[in-house]
């Protein structure tokens, strides 16, 4: 146990020196690189930040609108008849969009029915297994400045729906 605390401890502070000191055997001039590179990261932040923030008031007024409340009244019913539970809904509706709204619902939830029980499960999985694939797509494309996302959306929400039914199930299994 005392070991792998201290494993636990150490293990990024040594990653990190470890990088540095075979960067400086190599020769390689360790701060004008580690300099270059926040330079990078801080453009690219800028860069995609006017995305951020249309997509955070997207959001925000989706939510102080009521239109996720009414949108998961409306699917609660046929998700309950394919066997979904009804109390994933407005996960399964907000996850895509954004993470920090499903996390908060994801935190309520988790209040309201415990974590220990099946929906809880249900809900810890799906958030475990999911991405907010829009969010993503449009950080990763604006800074990269991609135009043309072909089907790169209908893949993502697909294949994030996909990996949330199938929490539901196995958890419905297990």
Not at 44 to 55: E, R, S
Not at 58 to 70: F, H, R, W, Y
Not at 101 to 110: R, W
């Amino acid at each position: 146990m005392i070991l792998m605390n201290f494993i636990s401890d150490f293990s990024i502070p040594g990653v990190i020196l470890i990088i540095v000191l075979a960067a400086y055997l190599k020769g390689v001039p360790v701060f004008d690189v580690f300099i270059e590179g926040a330079r990078e990261g801080a453009e690219t932040a800028f860069n995609i930040l006017p995305t951020m923030v249309g997509i955070i008031a997207a959001v925000s007024i989706l939510n102080a609108s009521g239109l996720i409340d009414i949108l998961t009244s409306l699917v609660s019913k046929p998700l309950e008849l394919i066997g979904i539970p009804s109390e994933t809904a407005p996960i399964l509706l907000i996850r895509p969009f954004s993470g920090s709204a499903s996390l908060g619902i994801f935190s309520e939830q988790l209040k309201t029915y415990g974590a220990d029980t099946y929906i809880g499960r249900v809900l810890s999985t799906i958030m475990g297994s999911s991405e907010t694939v829009l969010y993503t797509l449009a950080v990763y494309f604006g800074a990269t400045n991609v135009k043309d996302t072909r089907h790169a959306v209908a893949a993502s929400l697909i294949s994030s729906y996909m990996g949330m039914l199938a929490s539901i199930y196995i958890c419905k299994i297990l």
